[in-house]
């Protein structure tokens, strides 16, 4: 059965600092597909990235940047300088090759205090 | 700008009322979804239509039901809200129902029960 975890419910940070969401799976598919979701107090879910088993390379958008590592079954997803506006709840998400339903995390909320 | 598009953003219902929710696209994706979303919880799928087949998740009510009369359109009625059905209600719609499909969201409708 899949599973996805967010060990994190909350973090507080001040502007400017970096912070680090994590992300747990679990899956017995070697084919499979990670997400990451912001979701701001407006309550849309906006996508931020997939990410496919096969391709471990770390990605960098801006000041966004994750971690894939298949050896600790992990999607950490890392905002540098964190600003006001990224204060959103984060999902984390799996689904796997043969299906398009979404495994949720529990999700973090993240607060950026200026 | 290609989008997914939800009606009313706020939705007032009494006890026993039907209500109806409204998902229009303008992407041209063959897969839309309905999710639950609770105060503090991952969303949850309900159902989703790929093209004009119909999949309901197993652990849906008979409470939800969901209408898609065009590639564009999907409602969502509620045929008696309870309380309990106080919820943000997301739709997304996908490409394609593999695992590798992004699903894009809409901005959700919150909906009260009185």
């Known amino acids: 059965a899949q599973k996805v975890t967010q060990a994190q419910t909350e973090i507080s940070v001040v502007e400017k600092e970096d912070v680090t969401l994590d992300c747990v799976y679990e899956?017995?598919?070697?084919?499979?597909?990670l997400f990451w979701y912001k979701q701001p107090p407006s309550g849309e879910l906006v996508f931020l990235i997939r990410?496919?088993?096969?391709?471990?390379q770390n990605e960098i958008s801006g000041r966004y940047s994750w971690n894939f590592q298949k050896s600790t079954s992990s999607f950490n997803f890392t905002i540098t300088a964190s600003q006001v506006v990224d204060s959103a709840v984060y999902f984390c998400?799996?689904?796997?090759?043969?299906?398009?339903?979404?495994?949720f995390g529990a999700g973090t909320i993240l607060r950026v205090k200026s | 700008d290609a989008m997914v598009i939800q009606n009313p953003r706020y939705q007032v219902t009494q006890f026993g009322k039907p209500v109806t929710l409204s998902c229009s696209q303008t992407?041209?994706?063959?897969?839309m979804y309905w999710y639950q979303q609770k105060s503090s919880q991952a969303p949850k799928l309900l159902f989703h239509?790929?093209?004009?087949?119909?999949?309901n998740e197993a652990d849906t009510p008979d409470n939800f039901q969901s209408r898609r009369p065009n590639t564009s359109f999907c409602f969502l009625d509620i045929r008696s809200p309870g309380l309990g059905d106080a919820a943000m209600y997301l739709c997304?719609?996908?490409?394609?129902?593999?695992?590798?499909?992004?699903?894009?969201f809409g901005p959700g409708t919150r909906l009260l029960v009185l």
């Open positions: 997304a719609t996908s490409r394609g129902v593999w695992g590798q499909e992004t699903q894009y």
């Open positions: 899956t017995r598919d070697t084919t499979y597909y």
């Open positions: 990410r496919n088993s096969f391709d471990e």
């Open positions: 998400a799996l689904s796997e090759e043969y299906g398009n339903k979404l495994v």
């Open positions: 992407l041209n994706h063959n897969v």
């Open positions: 239509y790929y093209d004009k087949d119909f999949n």
